[in-house]
């Protein structure tokens, strides 16, 4: 039983409204926000403004408040029916929060602790520099625990601060939307040498690697991408992508093209050892992950619960991953607020990896913190 619901417009880390719910079962309120992302997939769930979910809230209210679900799929079945499979009835971020506050008013238990990709470079609609690719991340794969994972980032992210400040000045360390540094750097090839100079100069090379999410769509144009002061087509695009991912050993790469070119991703995959990550092109949508699988055109997912809604909808995508022998990553987005829920989901979950921005800015730095704690209590 849904005791009592109330939403709140809350600010997000882009000066931003965002909605917070709280949902009172079992005599006791949970709390819930939603993150809002800028290099949206076009088939997102529909996302309205928190001005128009609060107004939309007064009827979402009136069909909640004191409903009885058996539990989360039946809540989530409830939300999909009332609120349409896209969430365009009362739009995602109603539905989601309220989603997330009921799987928090469940006793959940956390497994193990998925390793952080912390983006430290930002650059494309994240960053007002000249960089196209908008996340240069790093992967602290070798370390056991997680809060040496953290230790390594830290340090790398400080080396690298150093390297920018000297070659370019004090305003070349200022931070982009995730907390990763947002340099005038011109060329994809000048970031991945700073950063392994970084890994270097700490003594680290080996245990960290390098992955890319180059969120594609926003640098492709009829027919071409354009990228690095060039312009290339498909087919050349695809040769670039693949040697910079030998050159660097990268680990990942997300979105290495624009989200509607499933065959150029198989194209990729063939030709790299790196994993291809979908996030713009599946949007946790099970229908789309499900054509990727067919079309081989990614091996590992991004997941992010406010692409498609319900907490339902994304253990779905989750699943599919289990089954398809698949990585996933949980991920946070561009603009967020102080939740740290996604931490947990993915603690949960026993997700391989968590995708939270630099570690830096609060915003970031709750999923990571609430990391730190849940190590602590696993131990
Ligand atoms: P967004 O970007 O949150 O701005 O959509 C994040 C990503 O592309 O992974
Ligand atoms: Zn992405």
Redesign the pocket.
């Known amino acids: 039983m849904i005791d009592d619901i109330r939403a709140r417009k809350i600010i997000n880390s882009r000066a931003k409204w965002a909605i917070e719910i709280e949902l009172k079962r079992k005599g006791k309120w949970f709390r819930a926000s939603v993150?809002?992302?800028?290099?949206?997939?076009k088939n997102e769930a529909v996302q309205i403004s928190a001005e128009q979910s609060m107004k939309k809230f007064i009827e979402f209210k009136s069909i909640i408040k004191h409903h009885e679900f058996q539990n989360q799929e039946e809540l989530d079945n409830f939300l999909i029916e009332s609120g349409g499979k896209n969430k365009e009835k009362f739009g995602v971020d109603l539905i989601l929060a309220t989603s997330i506050a009921y799987f928090q008013s469940e006793q959940q238990k956390a497994i193990s602790l998925p390793t952080p990709m912390l983006n430290i470079i930002n650059g494309g609609?994240?960053a007002g520099n000249d960089l196209s690719i908008?996340?240069f991340m790093i992967v602290p794969l070798k370390a056991e625990k997680f809060s040496d994972k953290i230790q390594i980032a830290l340090d790398v992210y400080d080396a690298l601060k150093k390297i920018l400040e000297k070659k370019y000045g004090s305003s070349a360390i200022n931070v982009g939307?995730?907390g990763g540094f947002a340099p005038p750097l011109k060329t994809t090839e000048e970031a991945l040498m700073l950063i392994e100079k970084a890994i270097e100069e700490v003594g680290r090379k080996g245990e960290v690697s390098i992955a890319l999410?180059c969120?594609a769509s926003s640098y492709f144009n009829e027919g071409e991408y354009s990228i690095d002061s060039w312009k290339l087509s498909i087919e050349d695009y695809i040769d670039y992508i693949s040697e910079i991912s030998k050159k660097f050993n990268l680990f990942s790469i997300?979105?290495p093209l624009h989200e509607e070119n499933f065959n150029g991703f198989s194209q990729l995959l063939r030709k790299t050892k790196s994993l291809i990550v979908g996030?713009?092109i599946t949007v946790t949508n099970l229908e789309l992950i499900e054509q990727a699988h067919k079309l081989k055109s990614i091996n590992a997912l991004?997941v992010?619960p406010n692409q498609i809604g319900t907490i339902t909808e994304t253990l779905n995508a989750i699943n599919f991953c289990r089954k398809a022998g698949w990585s996933w990553i949980i991920?946070?987005?561009?603009?967020e607020t102080e939740s740290s829920f996604i931490a947990d989901f993915a603690a949960i979950t026993e997700s391989p990896f968590i995708?939270a921005g630099a570690p830096a800015r609060s915003e970031r730095t709750a999923k990571y913190n609430q990391l730190l704690r849940i190590e602590e209590s696993l131990e």
């Open positions: 993150p809002a992302g800028k290099s949206r997939g609609m994240h908008q996340e939307d995730e999410d969120a997300e979105d996030d713009d991004l992010k991920s946070h987005r561009s603009g995708k």
